[in-house]
Each structure stands twice: as structure tokens, then as C-alpha cells.
């Protein structure tokens, strides 16, 4: 495990790094673990390595929820420790398996205030997600089932860098917050279409244009899902 395998982290200078990996420790994060729930005052920023997927989620006291974001490896969650904020009304939920680096938000919110340069890159970081967070919020408002699957799909392979996915319906169902049923009709619109595969919760991407444009089918553009798999 390498710390400078995050691509928040190679952002910084080497002074900086060395100071972060002092600070931090090596985890394995597990699917379906949580890692912050909503109300908690404090806790870990989590830098992220290959194949380690965490989505941030919003659910409605029913238990129910939408996800409106999915960090990987270029980048972090639970920086709002680090500002010296708490959690909000984020879950932030492991999506798939992988390495990370974690850091008590206090320890580093006190490293931070001393490295503005630190603290200017995690910032900027947060503004760029904050993007991500919108448009996922809106495509749930404009978007049908099957163009939100192919755009969450696509979130997914662009953070883990795989084209094999682990996502059950069950667990997308969760994520686009729509029953599993609906989930198990798009899958099999976009599997008919030769887009993906899917079988035993494994979800394989065989056509990456064709799935962009059903991902962008009702907002007139392709968006950069394609183009770069990587936020920075």
C-alpha cells in the first residue's frame, strides 16, 4: 500500500505527504461497511487506493436514501472532519472493497490549519465533488431508470477502474433509491441493448459510448464520464 497512490494525495507537495503519512494508517475497507453515519461531531478521513469505492448517501427516516456522490482512489472521504465540520446528513457507505489510507479528522484538521496548501487542495477537492454531487441529484429529478443505472454504472468503473463490477441489484436499488424490481427492468433494457452483462451481482461493461449516451440521453450532452475516469 502506498499512500501516493491517492490522487488527492499525489497532488500535494513532498513536504506535505510525508507530514499526512505520518498521520495516517493503512485500513482494508469492506463492502457494505460504514464509515460515517449522519450526526456524528467527529470522525476519519479515509484516502482512498485501487478498487476502494465509498459512496455518500442520503436517507429519509423511512430508511430509504438516494446516493449522491462515489469517491475512489482520486480521491477522499470525510474531509469535513478535517474542516473542523461533522458529518451533516451524509452515510458514507463502502461500495466496493479495497485499500485506504485513514487519518483522524481532528489530528489532521490541526495538521491542515498549519499547511494552507494542504488545506487549499482539499478544498478545491470538495468544490469539484460538490459538482458531482449536483449532477447526480438532478439526474434523479430528470433522468429514467435506465439512463440513471448506466450513468451510476459508469461512476463506478471510472473510481475502480474495473469493466467487472460487484453491485447487486439490491445494492443499486439502494444507491438510485427506486425499487429493486425497477433496477432488475433497467438491467435488463441495457443488457438487451449489448451495453452490459450481468449475472450472481457482477455487472460487465461490454459497450462504454453506447452506455454514455444512456447515461446522457435526456440532458442533450455526453458529459466527461467518458472522457476521464478520474475527478481531480
Known amino acids: 500500500m502506498n499512500l501516493l497512490h491517492n490522487g488527492l494525495v499525489a497532488q500535494l507537495p513532498p513536504t506535505d505527504q510525508g507530514l499526512l503519512l505520518r498521520r495516517c494508517e493503512p485500513v482494508e475497507l469492506k463492502a457494505g461497511e460504514i464509515l460515517s453515519a449522519p450526526g456524528a461531531a467527529s470522525g476519519h478521513v479515509y484516502f482512498l487506493l485501487s478498487g476502494a469505492s465509498v459512496a455518500l448517501v442520503v436517507r429519509n427516516g423511512g430508511g430509504s436514501g438516494l446516493a449522491v456522490g462515489l469517491a475512489g482512489r482520486e480521491g477522499?472521504?470525510?474531509?469535513?472532519?478535517?474542516?473542523?465540520?461533522?458529518?451533516?446528513?451524509?452515510?458514507?457507505?463502502?461500495?466496493?472493497?479495497?485499500?485506504?489510507?485513514?487519518?483522524?479528522?481532528?489530528?489532521?484538521?490541526?495538521?491542515?490549519?498549519?499547511?494552507?496548501?494542504?488545506?487549499?487542495?482539499?478544498?478545491?477537492?470538495?468544490?469539484?465533488?460538490?459538482?458531482?454531487?449536483?449532477?447526480?441529484?438532478?439526474?434523479?429529478?430528470?433522468?429514467?431508470?435506465?439512463?440513471?443505472?448506466?450513468r451510476w454504472i459508469l461512476l463506478s468503473q471510472a473510481r475502480t477502474h474495473q469493466t467487472e463490477l460487484q453491485l447487486t441489484h439490491a445494492h443499486l436499488a439502494d444507491m438510485l433509491g427506486v425499487r429493486r424490481a425497477g433496477i432488475t427492468l433497467a438491467a435488463r433494457n441495457l443488457k438487451d441493448r449489448g451495453l452490459v452483462d450481468y449475472r450472481r451481482g457482477r455487472i460487465q461493461i461490454l459497450n462504454f459510448e453506447g452506455l454514455a449516451t444512456v447515461a446522457h440521453a435526456q440532458q442533450g450532452t455526453r458529459g466527461d464520464l467518458l472522457e476521464d475516469n478520474e475527478l481531480v
Do not use: K, N
Open 76 to 150: 477522499a472521504v470525510g474531509l469535513q472532519f478535517a474542516l473542523g465540520l461533522g458529518a451533516g446528513h451524509f452515510t458514507l457507505l463502502v461500495q466496493s472493497s479495497g485499500a485506504a489510507f485513514r487519518a483522524d479528522g481532528a489530528v489532521l484538521q490541526r495538521l491542515s490549519d498549519r499547511r494552507l496548501g494542504m488545506l487549499r487542495t482539499f478544498a478545491g477537492y470538495l468544490w469539484v465533488f460538490s459538482q458531482e454531487v449536483a449532477e447526480l441529484a438532478a439526474s434523479a429529478q430528470v433522468q429514467d431508470i435506465p439512463a440513471r443505472l448506466a
